[in-house]
């Protein structure tokens, strides 16, 4: 991609002032929202019987999720998430700092969601913020029912595509007991 770069066939840039600064945090949020979309449909499809064991097992392995398996993935897996940032870079203007802020608010999520434990308080779920954030308890459904809960940041396509576990709320006040 550097080589890409170089020849100005990516829409990378390097000059902070090119968009401006409001242009990094629109950039940034356009971004986590592109990339949830395109996590949902490939974690979806992952989990197609057919391409489950070789795709997207060595995820579900451990079973209950922990933070190492945040980071556990078979490699065609790895490599078709690592297409998005690369495709991304070709469709939407970026600054190295808003690939480098998406990469680790990437990775750091996933680590948040595999925690097995809720960090936040059950009472954030009345919030607007608490409902749309996929948090530990919403993913850990994921890794017991394997067909609900595919998002990686927000539960929008979820409940739009009827794939949020409807006991989600039941449950999740249920484990905090």
């Known amino acids: 991609m550097i080589s890409e770069y170089n020849l100005g066939a990516t829409l990378l840039y390097a000059d902070i002032w090119k968009y401006g600064l409001w242009y990094l945090i629109v950039s940034f949020i356009a971004v986590l929202i592109l990339q ?3 996590f949902y449909f490939i974690h ?3 989990h197609h019987p057919r391409i489950f064991r070789w795709m997207h097992f060595g995820h579900h392995r451990s079973g209950e999720p922990t ?5 556990a993935f078979d490699l065609p897996e790895a490599m078709v998430q690592a297409l998005f940032f690369v495709g991304v870079s070709f469709i939407v ?16 999520w996933a680590v948040f969601t595999h ?3 809720e960090l936040f308080p059950s009472s954030s779920k009345s919030y607007w913020i608490g409902r749309w954030l996929i948090g530990s308890m919403h993913h850990s459904i994921h890794h017991r029912k394997y067909k609900v809960h595919y998002g990686l940041y927000f539960t929008f396509w979820d409940k739009l595509l009827g794939t949020e576990d409807p006991n989600y709320e039941n449950e999740t006040r249920t484990s905090e007991l």
């Not at 690939?99 to 990775?107: E, G, H, K, Q």
């Open 67 to 71: 933070p190492w398996s945040s980071s």
């Open 93 to 108: 203007p970026l600054h190295f700092v808003t690939l480098v802020a998406a990469l680790i608010t990437m990775t750091v």
């Open 36 to 38: 949830d979309t395109y």
């Open 115 to 117: 925690l097995g434990f």
């Open 44 to 46: 979806r499809m992952f």
